[in-house]
């Protein structure tokens, strides 16, 4: 009799636990929402830049979608749900336009799907709600105004609306996409550069810019202006002295890596995994790719209120080639005596204090072409380069340290790599597998 009630009481206490434990469980699910997306194009995660965008939203986000029911409804709904799930600030409603005329006529609706996205005490009206969009429609009310970035032209620098493989159509797209409005400058005259730049580009002069546009130049870094100053090997522009002033010193040559380049590349296209500390690429993991860049170095003692970061470095296989007929020529390539061993810096960001607590960033690039329609999407290219350009404009949020959406990009191998991917599958592994099956007969003709 004792030993029934003891199994009784056990089996009660383990009901008891077994149900303690269930409720604990319905509690936790009921108040911490998880998911997993198991789909290819991860089309129910949120892009990176979306998530970042919403986790910085410091107000209340009120979404109205005019829409009948519908798949199309449905959808925004599904999306919606995504949102307010990453902010707590983010809410909607759906609203038949035909059963709420009234309403619909207060906010302008003419026909189904139209999308009002309102806070901060601005609305922002959408034609159809997808992620872009929303996300678009929180930077600009957001922003209290759209940053303005103006690229140099009339210097043989490539176009921003040139949709050739050698213009900047993309990088000006991916900009706009990020909120900003981007333009072209004619820098000629002293008062040339607009007084609403917050970031002047300037990639990949052919032709050398005068007196009067550098000292232009030098005038904006002065005021706290913002430059990105990207040339390409035997081309400086003129520009050399204007970064010399902010502590970058940029290497007459051409960086050359035999052991970490694009694969069935020449030793002239470095592929960079290695980054700084700066909040730009802290973490950042990608490979970017750069098509002929020439050497950057860092002042050890660099101008009062000068300071200076590293954003990307080459292996320790590279090394600067100062030989300028192999350089034109592009012949075979060996390190010389007069050489810099690697690792090189090809990217610096140079904080320049200025008067009246004003800060400059001039962020410098020893390559440009990376920055071109023919490269931008290679890679870690478009993300490295979109990071560096939203720290200097103090855009953090912006700032993503992974590839949120799928794209047909060329998958980038360094000659190490591919001999790794030879080996083990075509050659390590399957001799395993004969090891496996061989030993096993050998040991019984023996036997």
């Known amino acids: 009799m004792p030993s029934r009630a003891i199994h009784a009481s056990s089996a009660a206490l383990f009901v008891l636990i077994f149900v303690i434990m269930l409720a604990v469980v319905y509690l936790t699910a009921m108040n911490h929402d998880m998911g997993w997306d198991l789909s290819r194009s991860k089309e129910n995660t949120l892009d990176p830049r979306t998530r970042n965008i919403l986790s910085a939203l410091d107000f209340d986000v009120r979404v109205t979608v005019f829409d009948k029911p ?11 749900d995504l949102f ?37 005490g601005r609305q922002v009206m959408v034609d159809s709600l997808t992620e872009e969009s929303f996300a678009n429609a929180l930077l600009t009310i957001k922003q209290e105004r759209k940053k303005n ?17 050698g213009g900047l159509s993309s990088l000006a797209s991916a900009l706009r996409k990020d909120g900003y409005r981007v333009s072209g400058a004619l820098t000629i005259r002293l008062d040339a550069i607009p007084r609403d730049a917050d970031l002047l580009i300037v990639a990949g002069p052919r032709e050398r810019f005068t007196p009067e546009e550098i000292q ?42 035999p052991v970490n380049h694009a694969a069935g590349g020449e030793a002239t296209m470095p592929v960079v995994s290695a980054y700084g500390s700066a909040e730009a690429v802290a973490g950042y993991t990608g490979a970017t790719v750069f098509p002929t860049s020439r050497s950057l170095v860092a002042c050890d003692n660099p101008p009062a209120g000068v300071s200076i970061s590293r954003l990307a ?67 870690g290219n478009r993300n490295f380069a979109l990071n560096c350009i939203n720290a200097v404009l103090d855009q953090g949020y912006l700032i993503s340290l992974d590839e949120g959406e799928l794209r047909d990009v060329p998958f980038v191998l ?6 790794l991917l030879f080996w083990v599958p075509v050659v390590v592994v399957p001799s395993l597998l004969l090891s496996f099956a061989l030993v096993p007969a050998w040991k019984r003709r023996r036997a």
């Open 70 to 80: 519908g798949r199309d409804r449905d959808k925004a709904r599904e999306l919606l």
């Open 84 to 120: 307010s799930l990453e902010s707590p600030g983010v809410h909607y409603e759906l609203i038949h336009p035909d059963i709420r005329p009234g309403t619909a006529r207060r906010f302008g609706i003419d026909r189904y799907g139209r999308t009002v996205i309102a806070g901060k």
């Open 149 to 165: 970035i103006y690229v140099t032209c009339g210097h043989g620098e490539p176009g921003i609306d040139d949709e050739e493989k």
């Open 216 to 257: 232009a130049l030098r005038e904006f870094i002065h005021q706290g202006g913002n430059i990105l100053i990207a040339l390409e090997p035997l081309a400086d522009g003129g520009l050399t002295g204007l970064l010399d002033e902010a502590g970058i010193v940029i290497g007459d040559d051409l960086v050359v890596d």
């Open 313 to 379: 470095r080459t292996s320790e296989q590279s090394w600067a080639e100062h030989d300028s007929a192999s350089i034109a020529g592009h012949e075979a390539f060996s390190p010389g005596p007069a050489d810099q061993k690697g690792p090189l810096d090809i990217a610096l960001l140079a904080l320049v204090q200025t008067g009246g607590n004003r800060k400059a960033r001039v962020l410098a690039f020893g390559d440009a072409d990376f920055l071109t329609n023919a490269y931008f999407n290679v890679a």
């Open 414 to 419: 360094t000659p190490g790599r591919r001999a």
